[in-house]
């Protein structure tokens, strides 16, 4: 009891340590470009202004990312019938756009797949695991499958994506919160490695699980399990 209490509060440490260390990345970087600004009164402000506004989207996105967190942690949110098919689908619809830019397919099949929750937070769980499925892809020519299913009490949501061969030693280190894979293959993706590590809070608050198993092929198989809604005749 007492080492698991000081495995977590060594976790907690941990989290801080690299939330701050990420969050003064873009701080620090906005510091020089004043600087030099300053120094240089004939400095292109035009290339300032964009630069400076770059930093702050990051550190902004990097903000809301760890507030979401906070609040999924702590399962202040109240619960509504959501139906994954539906958050499936319409993350495929945002998705889509970026997908198409980057050459890839998005297939999605499944049937009907009532759960109880956050609309909001299983909805950003599904677009993190799509959104994901693109971005760490094959530089062309992708493929991305979402895939809902009912199971005897239990509903799954499963995002497959075609990408580089992965390692279960690397797959196994995704979750952590900041842990980006070694190699990015769209380098224009500079995400805060964030993602894996909402969806696996979102999952656990609403007594889920996450899973994932690298394709013999390359890519990865995502699968998130949740309580199946109960139905109304078996109360
Ligand atoms: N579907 C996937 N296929 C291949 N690799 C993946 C996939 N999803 C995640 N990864 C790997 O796991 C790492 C962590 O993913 P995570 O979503 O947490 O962070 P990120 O995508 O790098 O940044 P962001 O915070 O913007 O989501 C990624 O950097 C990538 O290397
Ligand atoms: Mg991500």
Redesign the pocket.
């Known amino acids: 009891m007492l080492a698991r209490l000081e495995a977590h509060v060594a976790e907690q440490q941990r989290f801080a340590a690299n939330a701050s260390h990420e969050l003064r990345t873009p701080l620090a970087i906005a510091q020089t470009l004043l600087e030099v600004a300053r120094k240089d009164p004939h400095h292109d402000t035009g290339e300032l202004v964009e630069r400076l506004h770059a930093m702050n989207t990051r550190a902004i996105?990097l903000t809301e990312?760890l507030l979401l967190l906070s609040r999924t942690d702590r399962r202040s949110f109240t619960r509504e019938p959501v139906d994954l098919s539906l958050t499936a689908e319409q993350a495929m619809e945002t998705l889509l756009p970026l997908a198409e830019k980057s050459g890839i397919t998005i297939e999605t099949t499944g049937a009907k797949a009532p759960t109880t929750g956050s609309p909001a937070l299983l909805q950003q769980l599904t677009t993190?695991?799509v959104?994901?499925?693109v971005?760490?892809?094959l530089p062309e020519q992708g493929t991305?499958w979402v895939t809902t299913s009912v199971h005897a009490g239990t509903v799954e949501l499963t995002?497959?994506?075609t990408?580089?061969t992965?390692t279960p030693q690397?797959?196994a280190?995704?979750?952590?919160?900041?842990?980006?894979?070694?190699?990015?293959i769209r380098t224009d993706?500079?995400?805060?490695?964030?993602?894996?590590?909402?969806?696996a809070s979102i999952a656990q608050a609403h007594d889920g699980t996450l899973t994932?198993t690298p394709r013999p092929g390359g890519?990865?198989r995502?699968t998130v399990q949740l309580p199946a809604a109960a139905s109304r005749t078996a109360r």
């Open positions: 996105d990312a993190n695991l959104h994901n499925a971005v760490h892809n991305v995002v497959e994506n990408g580089a992965l690397l797959v280190t995704f979750v952590e919160p900041f842990q980006r894979g070694s190699e990015r993706h500079a995400g805060v490695g964030l993602g894996l590590a909402i969806v994932l890519g990865l995502v």
